[in-house]
Structure formats: structure tokens, C-alpha cells
């Protein structure tokens, strides 16, 4: 299962990798992604229960056994089943350039 949020992708995964790290939480959230120009985020305030990891290259994994609301000011709120999760930026490729970068939000 794939959700999107805006710049956001939240994959289903099997097991969260054994070489994270405890994410950090912002002022009492999971903060998924901040945007780059406003300094709006993708947000979970509810993060009690759930383990919220730190991957390379930007990656998180969360792991919930209830039901997640992700919230940003711009974007629609969107629900995360319980489950194992990667979190990722949105890609693009720029083929005149030819190199990939991840989507501003």
C-alpha cells in the first residue's frame, strides 16, 4: 500500500531495517517533512504507541498499531493504517539534467 501526501510518500514495508536510528521528535510531533519555503510540515501529533525511526538518506520508518493522521496546512489529512512504514520524499527526474531530486513542497 502507497500513500501520498503533497511531497510525501508513505510505503507499506515488511520490517523496519536494523541499521536506524530513534527519530527525533519536534516539539512533541513526528515531523515527516518540512517545506522548504513556508515551514509547514507533515505532521503526526498523536505519538503515543508508535515507533518512529531514522534511516539513511532521509528515510523514515514508523510502526503503529492504531490508526495515524498525518496533517499539513496545505494538503489533505490522511490516514495511516496500522502497519510498517518507510517514508520518503516524493522523486523527479530532471532529464535535461539528468539527475533526480526530491519534490519542494
Not at 60 to 65: A, C, D, P, R, T
Not at 87 to 95: F, G, L, T
Request: proline share 3%.
Amino acid at each position: 500500500m502507497i500513500i501520498q501526501q503533497g511531497d510525501v510518500i508513505i510505503e507499506s514495508i515488511g520490517i523496519i531495517p536494523a541499521n536506524t536510528k530513534a527519530g527525533k521528535l519536534s516539539k512533541g510531533h513526528i515531523v515527516l517533512a518540512e517545506g522548504e519555503t513556508t515551514g509547514h510540515a507533515h505532521r503526526i501529533a498523536k505519538v503515543g504507541g508508535v515507533v518512529f525511526k531514522e534511516g539513511e538518506n532521509g528515510m523514515y520508518y514508523l510502526q503503529n498499531k492504531e490508526d495515524l493522521t498525518v496533517t499539513h496546512e496545505e494538503h489533505k489529512t490522511v490516514f495511516i493504517p496500522p502497519g510498517t512504514w518507510r517514508v520518503r520524499k516524493v522523486q523527479e527526474y530532471d532529464h535535461f539534467a539528468e539527475e533526480a531530486r526530491s519534490v519542494a513542497d
